[in-house]
């Protein structure tokens, strides 16, 4: 059975509660938990047993949760409650940003300086907790060099990389450069398609990306978790929150087939 997943950005202003029937209704197997933590209600721990009944009840999984950027001064606290979290809700991985979407290139030392002293602590938090952070690449240029270098930095029993596709084709079509160079580190991914500056996170096939070439490289990746779409209404054609997820999932299933053919033989 195909291992779909649908971020619950694909529209915040329908509550939780009628999100996760329509999700699976669609029919995705996985749903993953964004940054709203007031729709979520994932930073209040008296939340989380009706939340897991919820999902339950929709005969869902949890495949990831989208934690505190790195760079924040309250980063640790958060992202270890966050980890405590994704236990409960038997979520493997919480994914990153390493630090606010885009800076200026002459503030990547001291960025580079406060990220990398986290590293260690970010680890130790994995450790005790059995669940896996993937650093995600943001904007192409100094805020992905870093997210690279820190994947790369970080011990991968512990830190992966989290591939988003919308993010990595900003000013597109560019070289799935990024994507070779970090396959073999996937623990998540983040896949939407790119129309155009600021219109990005569509259904594939609304946009320019080459899901071709990202399909073959995870094929050759050891990544086999849940292909998860990061879609939203607000960019889509498809505005109609019921249709959209309904186009995710047939993209999502497509997908994994394409990563997956080689186990299907």
Known sequence: MAQTSVSTTFDYSI???????????????????????????LLEEENWKRLRDLINENGLSVDTIHGYDLDREDSIELNAKLARAAKFFGAPVVVIHCTVFWFEDDEYEEEFRIVSGRIKEMEKIAKETGIRFAFENMVPGKPTDLCVEMVKMADPQ???????????????PRPMDLLSDLKDRVIAVHLSDRIREFVDHVIPGEGFVCFDEILSLLRSSSFRGPILMEVGVENSRYKNAEELLAKAQEAAGQFWNEVNIDEDK
């Open 158 to 172: 512990y830190i992966g990389f989290c591939y988003d596709s919308s993010h990595d084709q900003i000013d597109g």
């Open 15 to 41: 509550p939780l509660e009628k999100q996760l029937p329509m999700i699976r209704k669609a029919g995705f197997s996985h749903v993953s938990f964004g940054t709203n933590y007031t729709h979520s209600g």
